[in-house]
Antibody, heavy 122, light 107 residues
Framework: EVQLLESGGGLVQPGGSLRLSCAAS????????MNWVRQAPGKGLEWVSA????????YYADSVKGRFTISRDNSKNTLYLQMNGLRAEDAAVYYC???????????????WGQGTLVTVSS | DIQMTQSPSSLFASVGDRVTITCRAS??????LNWYQQRPGKAPKLLIF???TLQSGVPSTFSGSGSGTDFTLTISSLQPEDFATYYC?????????FGQGTKLEIK
């Protein structure tokens, strides 16, 4: 069974940094692209970032470009999201989600982890 | 960016009803359209990908159709566990974008 388990969320001050992790199991991790998707409290879903199976190619939403960095350690079956310069509008539940293919193109998100909550407040 | 617009934003229905949710893209996206269900406090779950392909394990009461700019998600006979929020999402171009959601509530 495919499982994704996020961690690393918490309370951070505006301008601060946080690193999220997503531990994957139940599939050959390096064969699939991965994503981060977020959901602000009471709001809809927003795709944040993606990375190809090798980690060679990365993609970002304009709202986080230059502040967030996605990476992966295929030896540890773990996906990361380094978030710097956090703003109030970055507060959300952050989900990791598996892509159906190695290369990130034209895919969907399945499955999703349970999410980790990031709160940005002074 | 491609804008995805769902209608209605909320919908009241009863167990056993047939319901249809519509999703419109701001430009043509062929069949690069996916549907998700999100129950309160839970992660989204993929229901349908590529506009009409039912994800494994999803009940056959769910179906999807459409291509180009207009898409529909139909639930043929509502079950109690189907009351949730539904999102469409395009995978035609970057950034992948979602509709604003349709909340399906019990009448």
């Amino acid at each position: 069974e495919v499982q994704l388990l996020e961690s690393g969320g918490g309370l951070v001050q505006p301008g601060g940094s946080l690193r999220l992790s997503c531990a994957a199991s139940g599939f050959t991790f390096n064969n699939f692209a991965m994503n981060w998707v977020r959901q602000a409290p009471g709001k809809g879903l927003e795709w944040v970032s993606a990375i190809s199976g090798s980690g060679e190619n990365t993609y970002y939403a304009d709202s986080v470009k230059g502040r967030f960095t996605i990476s992966r350690d295929n030896s540890k079956n773990t996906l990361y999201l380094q978030m710097n310069g956090l703003r109030a509008e970055d507060a959300a539940v952050y989900y990791c989600a598996k892509d159906p293919r190695y290369h990130w193109n034209s895919g969907w998100f399945d499955p999703w982890g349970q999410g980790t909550l990031v709160t940005v407040s002074s | 960016d491609i804008q995805m617009t769902q209608s209605p934003s909320s919908l009241f229905a009863s167990v056993g009803d047939r319901v249809t949710i519509t999703c419109r893209a701001s430009q043509r996206i062929s069949t690069y359209l996916n549907w998700y269900q999100q129950r309160p406090g839970k992660a989204p779950k993929l229901l349908i990908f590529a506009a009409s392909t039912l994800q494994s394990g999803v009940p056959s009461t769910f179906s999807g159709s459409g291509s180009g700019t207009d898409f529909t998600l139909t639930i043929s006979s509502l079950q109690p566990e189907d009351f949730a929020t539904y999102y469409c999402q395009q995978s035609y171009s970057t950034p992948r974008t979602f509709g604003q959601g349709t909340k399906l509530e019990i009448k």
